[in-house]
T-cell receptor, first 113, second 113 residues
Framework: EDKVVQSPLSLVVHEGDTVTLNCSYEVTNFRSLLWYKQEKKAPTFLFMLTSSGIEKKSGRLSSILDKKELFSILNITATQTGDSAVYLCAVAGPSGGSYIPTFGRGTSLIVHP | KAGVTQTPRYLIKTRGQQVTLSCSPISGHRSVSWYQQTPGQGLQFLFEYFSETQRNKGNFPGRFSGRQFSNSRSEMNVSTLELGDSALYLC????????????FGNGTRLTVT
């Protein structure tokens, strides 16, 4: 059974801090790793990573994948209160013609002013 | 481009009743997936439809069913509701290939009393 484990479960920081969120996985057939941000309802897509060692970057957020060690990290620099959310990691692989992501439980990030 | 739309936003039902949830995907997306999200279990995959066919199914009882119409809109039905079915039900759409991330709707919050 595919498994995605995120750590830490929760994190409380102050504005301006840098945080690193971790995601490790065990899957039968790996195709991609995805990061989502969930604030109130809808998880919103952040990154999709398919190749090892290639950093994806968007503003203050960046992510990198290590396919040999089976993990990914999501970095957020100069955190702001608007970064407060649950960050979800998911891993997708081929299954029955589709690519269904298996999600981790998420890391809850709270950023205090 | 309009996002994924789910209706209704909130539902309160009693045990034994049935419920139908609706999802309109992003225009051009032919894959629709459904997830159940609870605090204890995180995001659990229910099923995926692609071009009106169920392409993949998660480990949920037969009380959970779905369908997809020719315009890619999808419905999910839960019969004989149980207290444990109380959850946020999220619908996500994508192009359905390995390069396309899921895009989520805001979900339907179902409460079973």
């Amino acid at each position: 059974e595919d498994k995605v484990v995120q750590s830490p479960l929760s994190l409380v920081v102050h504005e301006g801090d840098t945080v690193t969120l971790n995601c490790s996985y065990e899957v039968t057939n790996f195709r991609s790793l995805l990061w989502y941000k969930q604030e109130k309802k809808a998880p919103t897509f952040l990154f999709m990573l398919t190749s090892s060692g290639i950093e994806k970057k968007s503003g203050r957020l960046s992510s990198i994948l290590d396919k040999k060690e089976l993990f990914s990290i999501l970095n957020i620099t100069a955190t702001q209160t608007g970064d407060s959310a649950v960050y979800l990691c998911a891993v997708a692989g081929p299954s029955g013609g589709s690519y269904i992501p298996t999600f981790g439980r998420g890391t809850s990030l709270i950023v205090h002013p | 481009k309009a996002g994924v739309t789910q209706t209704p936003r909130y539902l309160i039902k009693t045990r034994g009743q049935q419920v139908t949830l609706s999802c309109s995907p992003i225009s051009g997306h032919r894959s629709v997936s459904w997830y159940q999200q609870t605090p204890g279990q995180g995001l659990q995959f229910l099923f995926e439809y692609f071009s009106e066919t169920q392409r993949n199914k998660g480990n949920f009882p037969g009380r959970f069913s779905g369908r997809q119409f020719s315009n890619s809109r999808s419905e999910m039905n839960v019969s004989t509701l149980e207290l444990g079915d109380s959850a946020l039900y999220l619908c996500a759409s994508s192009l359905g290939d390995s390069h396309s991330p899921l895009h989520f709707g805001n979900g339907t919050r179902l409460t079973v009393t």
